[in-house]
Nanobody, 123 residues
């Protein structure tokens, strides 16, 4: 497996929930840190949430209290639970796994991108 596999995107109404998955079970990773990103057409891709190999999480302000990262510790699968969705959450969501560190402006080390999944929230 050369890249993580994402699933779970789709169409939702405002206020609804979706859960994204990022499956890297078949990958050998030097680091088990990961980040969730999203991109709106015409804008730069934005890091919205991270989880370190130790389970420490970070979130950007726009999703705090609504989105939650988790991991199935029996396998290399991460989730992004998205509650209280808003139309402004509409974007292509991508996971990146395996880098040494994720910051708002840079990914340090080698990380592997998932294929991306579209999330569309209607008002």
């Amino acid at each position: 497996q050369a890249q993580p596999v994402e699933s779970g995107g789709g169409l939702a109404q405002a206020g609804a929930s979706l859960r994204l998955s990022c499956d890297a079970q078949g990958m050998i990773l030097r680091n088990e840190n990961m980040g969730w990103f999203r991109q709106v057409p015409g804008k730069q891709r934005e890091l919205i949430a991270t989880m370190t190999s130790r389970g420490t999480t970070t979130y950007v302000d726009s999703i705090k209290g609504r989105f939650t990262i988790s991991r199935d510790n029996t396998k290399k699968t991460w989730y992004l639970q998205m509650n209280m969705l808003k139309p402004e959450d509409t974007a292509v969501y991508s996971c990146n796994v395996g880098a040494a560190e994720y910051t708002a402006t840079w990914i340090y080390g080698t990380g592997y991108w998932g294929q991306g999944t579209q999330v569309t929230v209607s008002s």
